[in-house]
């Protein structure tokens, strides 16, 4: 077993057969608030994003791996990695299941334990730092159930279209 995938899932580079898929994701409007989008993705952008997603991490800042079932290599979501600071061995990252009917079985935590094992063990990492609306209750669990501390609560930062919600800061410091 590699250092990307464990029993379950596995965590692979996007492909150009993803296309399709990575169109679907980011033009649902229900993930763009979790993900800070406003407007939808042409084929043609996500296209010339996959051209260049080979890029390595100390050049991009970034990296996005495929959430996939590992019996049956169906992609589940993606988990990202964001603001890589290498001089100060720190990342932020997110993580998104896309179906709803594949949320709540376990595959967001084992995709965020083997993407922190890369993190720490491969990349050196110090710390991994996610933001996380006040109000969703399941990703504050993930996290936290994963070592993550809540550090920081930034007030009315997000605006939910009627009002607005809290934001708030996580962080896993290895050691």
């Not at 991490?57 to 992609?75: G, S």
């Not at 896309?98 to 995709?111: M, T, V």
């Not at 083997?114 to 669990?141: D, E, P, W």
């Amino acid at each position: 077993m590699n250092i990307l995938e464990n029993k379950t899932i596995s965590l692979r580079a996007p492909e150009p057969e993803d296309l399709d898929l990575l169109y679907i994701w980011e033009n649902e409007p229900s993930i763009w608030q979790v993900s800070g989008t406003l407007t939808p993705f042409s084929r043609y952008v996500l296209k010339l994003y996959l051209e260049h997603a080979g890029k390595d991490i100390y050049e991009a800042k970034q990296l996005r791996l495929i959430i996939q079932l590992k019996d049956k290599h169906r992609p589940l979501g993606a988990i990202d990695l964001f603001d890589f600071d290498p001089h100060h061995h720190r990342a932020g990252i997110g993580i998104l299941i896309a179906e709803h009917s594949d949320r709540r079985l376990g595959y967001a935590r084992e995709a965020l334990e083997t993407m922190m094992q890369y993190c720490f063990g491969v990349l050196h990492l110090h710390q991994l730092y996610c933001n996380i609306a006040a109000g969703n209750n399941a990703s504050i669990k993930l996290f936290t159930e994963a070592g993550f501390e809540e550090c920081g609560r930034k007030k009315e930062w997000l605006f939910t279209g009627s009002s607005y919600e809290d934001e708030l800061l996580f962080q896993k410091v290895n050691g």
